[in-house]
């Protein structure tokens, strides 16, 4: 049972999610203007309330080094200007987005006087599980407000009391300026996750970020559709002809520039012709930057390296370790990155355009790259202006999911007394005609 | 355990699965010319092996009948040569659409050297179980085989005699024609099903076509993504100002055109204000239909109706039994049907285009007519070409889904030599311009 701050309804999220439903269309039928002065307002008055937000953020802090959080949550965690200008920068940029909700697909005339139209709208009520990061939370809202969609938002506990202030700033913006009173709900507990999951009958979608084992969990115990990854198993494929002053670069910074993030690399597979011209250049590098290499033989007893088991290709290390074999052809590194990879962003490094093309097209993932760094795989970098998150799955969106993943669409048909009765007996036939938009 | 015909390979249904997996990249890398030459192959080889085809489907029949299979199975099973001409032509049309697979749908420069192009691509391997309808194996399998899929083919085993020879045909025609080994798997026993629902790490996809209950229990049974549809309850709502010509022939097509079917009307929502002026001609054409109508009081007082319980709007009839009630509102009848409605398709009757516009947008179904019949939702009846089914979910396809529900994408970046660090330290800015295609 949970208390809606300051409004003194008690509901259980059942019968939030319930209410959001039942306002998500309205919430859907609001004009892109609206939605876009909600943004506006979210920006303003998260910088005009920063010291608050500040201050909520210090006793997070405070609780984390009480609690012996590690450094490396502690440092998402905490919430300065610095990032408070870029979430409100990020805001800027989606209201500059041209807006999809609504957007004409197709119009297609059966025949006369009956008019197939395709229109995007959204999707409804979407729950997101986040990581302890305040400015996922208020990318998150900016992102379901800038869609049309309800949103029932769950954020790490390590940040609950900047939550909370970063929230309620966010709703008071959403209702005060045309939204319905169910646009948004902020979830606090860990008990409500597991009574989210079973809201299938109100919630359109999930997405859970976090560790695979909790990504797992949400996709194993619920019947509503999960968008997401629970792994990120990303390859590095050096082909025979390949530019060293690109590879060696690139393998650092796929490695180390965020090493717990799911789009860095985790094994790399090289050509057979390509070992004794990459690895010298490439230990060293590993040297550097205290990468631990987990090879096989033909590399490990020539160079310097610990011996890689088959268990450490299904590893996400997520860790300055990376494994690595060799390959006798482009197909045998294609094999295995199809069957060890978690199909996120896999990568080759070659001059050679045509094993590009066929590595790209025959590589089953989200992003195929060829050249470049396998951290490239984020809404953000692709343009998308912010993201929910990756999806690993091809079901609707795949890679970066920004707003239009968000989406989906209706057909309308407008008739004029068309009955299908006359289209079966043959007195009338359909004529099949796009029109232009 | 199962023997692959002619083959002595004897394989479970999850080795095959996974066996398709491998191959389903070499399926997706085949060009549109080979996919088209396969669907040419299999037109001409089932006309002409059509006596064999009918010879087959007579047996079929003449197990329904020592079974005392309902009639309305046995005319769905029947594959008569009006029947096949049908699917040969539904063949032709499918080769005729253009190619969407591998179609560019984003060319954007991130920054200079560094290009993201999204392309459309199959979704690898599909498993459709179907009703006993000969026609819909061909059907299926020419969609998949058009949008590069690899399928698990399960019919109704009531057409095994006619669904075997067509299968062994339309395979032989497709690894004859360049087609990888493992492209289509036909599953000829119920248990395979269960077996097929485990599948989670090989099988993309599942579309089950039937009851109600068979697609709910496919739904809660397995962690393989689900399109379709459970159940099919559709409204028509009469709006105050509507054209009665129109209102009444939509109406009884909606329920009569094809009773069983998932579009065909259910219940009916009528404005206050228009009872008095549609409810005579209406009773009237229900007679002549014989059209059972429960109404709620305000309509069964006065007309020839039994009264309707609340149960009644949630009950899909699949029957001549239509559902009505009153509405005081517009909002009201959109309330009804988003709470009582399974988002299928729902239509509108009325000459006032704002209250048209209105109610297609509150709506939150995957069709939103106005003056039409609800029996037009279907693949063929929207220019299509066929369909694998109809989605009622909202993630990925929603409503008739053909060739573009078979399909999901991928990112693929093109660089020299690019790092995320350079951009994370602000050495570099990405500069995002969409390219022409």
Redesign the interface.
Known sequence: MIERTGKHIIMTIKEMAAAMK?D??QM??KSAEIRNHVLEEIARILLSKQEEIFKANEQDLLEAEQNHIPEAVVKRLKFSAQKLADVTQGIENLIALPDKVYETQLV?E?DQG?T?VKESCP??VIGVIFEARPDALVQIAALCIKSGNCAILKGGSETKHTNKILFSLIYQAAIENGLPKNCLYQADTREEISELLSCHESV??LIPRGSNAFVQYI??NT?I?V?GHADGICHIYVDRDF?I??AV??I???KT??TAACNSVETLLIHKDAVDCLMPKLIKAFQEHHIELRATAEIADKYDSKPAEDEDFATEYLDLILSAKTVSTIDEA??HI?QYGSHHTDCIITEDQRA?EYF??????????????T???DGF???FGAEVGIST????A???VGIEGLL??????????????D??SGKKT?H?KDLSQ
């Open positions: 039942l998500s269309t859907a039928s297609r059966l009956l197939l999707i409804g359109d979608l996709m194993n019947k559709p968008m530019d002053e690109k670069p690139i650092i910074d796929a520039q965020y294609v094999l199809n590009a790209m097209k025959m590589v089953d993932s989200a992003g195929v790259y060829q050249n470049c760094s951290r490239f795989a970098r692709y343009g799955g091809k079901i609707h795949r890679g970066p989906t669409y209706k057909y309308k048909l407008y008739g004029s007394g068309q009955v299908v009765a289209y079966a359909f099949f």
